[in-house]
């Protein structure tokens, strides 16, 4: 049974939830003191967080950079506030998806679903563990970890689909709609600049590594994996 942490302060909503999700056979324990936020997660460890934007004390962004100190469990963020900034401001934060409220319940289901296979479930690998190689880069695909040589960096989730995705075809382009699909199973509730964020964020790791300029963008087709170029020896 997989266990979803809700972090929400309107606690009619929470109990809604996680009523909701009782019925579908999911755990759900519900973050009731927000100065125990880390504390909570770790005691309940769980497979998914459902996380608010506007929490006392300190909001959902920040609370998310802390739990992806260490976990890349999937976090969704929940929240009334629906600006593009806000959405973005998630995604830069570690969060891997963005639900703006009031929602449909069967929404969050299909995307708590989506974000568990991906993680844990089918679309998952076996125990043995892959590595994809593009010159002296190396990525793990089950730890979310890319390395170049001595140098380690961690993606969230779907970052990791991303690169992966890259990797898999080095050197040729892989299109915005093949990277959609990829990344999530319905792009009806994507906004057009959130792949460009996922794009951002990953370069900016590989750039941490000595990489700046291996991410390509190709006009009106994609992106590319320069897997020919200088940066990797």
């Given at each position: 049974?997989?266990t979803?942490?809700i972090?929400?302060?309107?606690?009619?909503l929470?109990?809604l939830?996680?009523?909701?999700?009782?019925?579908?056979?999911?755990?759900?324990?519900?973050?009731?003191d927000?100065?125990?936020?880390?504390?909570?997660?770790?005691?309940?460890?769980?497979?998914?967080v459902?996380?608010?934007?506007?929490?006392?004390?300190?909001?959902?962004?920040?609370?998310?950079r802390?739990l992806?100190?260490?976990?890349?469990?999937?976090?969704?963020?929940?929240?009334?506030?629906?600006?593009?900034?806000d959405q973005?401001?998630a995604?830069?934060?570690g969060?891997?998806?963005?639900?703006?409220?009031?929602?449909?319940?069967?929404?969050?289901?299909?995307?708590?679903?989506?974000?568990?296979?991906?993680a844990?479930?089918?679309?998952?690998?076996?125990l043995?563990?892959?590595?994809?190689?593009?010159?002296?880069?190396?990525?793990?695909?089950?730890?979310?970890?890319?390395?170049?040589?001595?140098q380690?960096?961690?993606?969230?989730?779907?970052e990791?689909?991303?690169l992966?995705?890259?990797?898999h075809?080095?050197?040729?382009?892989?299109?915005?709609?093949?990277?959609l699909?990829?990344?999530w199973?319905?792009?009806?509730?994507?906004?057009?600049?959130t792949?460009?964020?996922?794009?951002?964020?990953?370069r900016?790791?590989?750039?941490?590594?000595?990489?700046?300029?291996?991410v390509?963008t190709v006009?009106?087709?994609?992106y590319?994996l320069?897997?020919?170029?200088?940066?990797?020896?």
């Amino acid at each position: 049974m997989d266990t979803i942490l809700i972090i929400e302060d309107d606690a009619k909503l929470a109990d809604l939830l996680a009523a909701y999700l009782a019925k579908y056979d999911y755990r759900a324990v519900i973050a009731g003191d927000f100065n125990r936020v880390l504390e909570t997660f770790e005691e309940c460890s769980p497979s998914l967080v459902l996380l608010d934007v506007n929490l006392p004390r300190f909001d959902g962004f920040y609370w998310c950079r802390q739990l992806r100190r260490s976990s890349l469990c999937p976090i969704l963020f929940i929240s009334a506030r629906d600006s593009g900034m806000d959405q973005v401001m998630a995604l830069e934060n570690g969060g891997d998806d963005y639900i703006t409220k009031p929602f449909q319940y069967e929404v969050v289901l299909a995307k708590i679903r989506s974000h568990l296979r991906r993680a844990y479930g089918s679309y998952a690998q076996g125990l043995q563990e892959r590595t994809l190689r593009a010159g002296s880069l190396i990525f793990y695909p089950e730890r979310y970890v890319v390395q170049l040589e001595a140098q380690t960096a961690e993606l969230t989730q779907k970052e990791a689909v991303l690169l992966e995705a890259l990797m898999h075809k080095a050197g040729r382009v892989v299109s915005r709609e093949r990277l959609l699909d990829l990344m999530w199973e319905d792009q009806h509730f994507i906004d057009d600049n959130t792949l460009n964020v996922y794009i951002t964020r990953v370069r900016r790791k590989l750039k941490e590594l000595g990489l700046p300029e291996i991410v390509e963008t190709v006009r009106g087709a994609g992106y590319r994996l320069n897997a020919e170029g200088r940066q990797l020896p």
